[in-house]
């Protein structure tokens, strides 16, 4: 069975620095695209970039480029989203999920979702 | 950067009717590669339909999509409780992948 579990809700501090993981089991890691999709509160979904996992290639939305690094551990099936100053409006959930197939393609298993608030 | 406007925003309906959702592309999306979710209020995003109109693994067939070029629908047959929520179309043919802004069916 495919599962994505992501890790706990955060609150930080803008300025702060963090780092979310998102645990893949059940399929092969190395040989499916990863990402992760921003909800700010009560908005829609947001493409934020993907990574695959093989190769380590990664690509971001230009809304996100230069924001967040996503990266990717293989030998502990693991992703990560992670920021090194943070900024209130990074107050958002963040879910990770699978693509299909390709990078262009969509997203068929889905986290949990992490909740981030940034609050002085 | 794609565009999708989805429409209505909000759409009022009784169990047991019909739901038509729209997604228009500010241009045209490469090979048809359409998808749309559903998100339940606390939950993840959920995976209905891709390629406009294939339907995902475990989705009942009262859900179907069509369309090609920038012009795409969703369509519930017969609305069943669960189906009240958001529903957000993306395109991933195009980078950035994009999403709409959603449409909510909410019950009458």
């Known amino acids: 069975e495919v599962q994505l579990v992501q890790s706990g809700a955060e609150v930080k501090k803008p300025g702060e620095s963090l780092k979310i993981s998102c645990k893949a089991s059940g399929y092969s890691f190395t040989s499916y695209w990863i990402g992760w999709v921003r909800q700010m509160p009560g908005k829609g979904l947001e493409w934020m970039g993907i990574?695959?996992?093989?190769?380590?290639?990664?690509r971001y939305s230009p809304s996100f480029q230069g924001q967040v690094t996503i990266s990717a551990d293989k030998s502990i099936t693991t992703a990560y989203l992670q920021w090194s100053s943070l900024k209130a409006s990074d107050t958002a959930m963040y879910y990770c999920a699978r693509n299909i197939a390709a990078a262009e393609s969509p997203r068929d298993y889905w986290g949990q979702g992490t909740l981030v608030t940034v609050s002085s | 950067e794609i565009v999708l406007t989805q429409s209505p925003g909000t759409l009022s309906l009784s169990p047991g009717e019909r739901a038509t959702l729209s997604c228009r592309a500010s241009q045209s999306v490469s090979s048809g590669s359409l998808a749309w979710y559903q998100q339940n209020p606390g939950q993840a995003p959920r995976l209905l339909i891709y390629h406009a109109s294939s339907r995902a693994t475990g989705i009942p067939d009262r859900f179907s999509g069509s369309g090609s070029g920038t012009d795409f629908t969703l369509t519930i047959s017969r609305l069943e409780p669960e189906d009240f929520a958001v529903y957000y179309c993306?395109?991933?043919?195009?980078?950035?992948?994009?999403f709409g802004q959603g449409t909510k069916v909410e019950i009458k």
């Open positions: 993306q395109q991933y043919g195009s980078s950035p992948q994009t």
């Open positions: 990574i695959y996992p093989g190769d380590s290639d990664t």
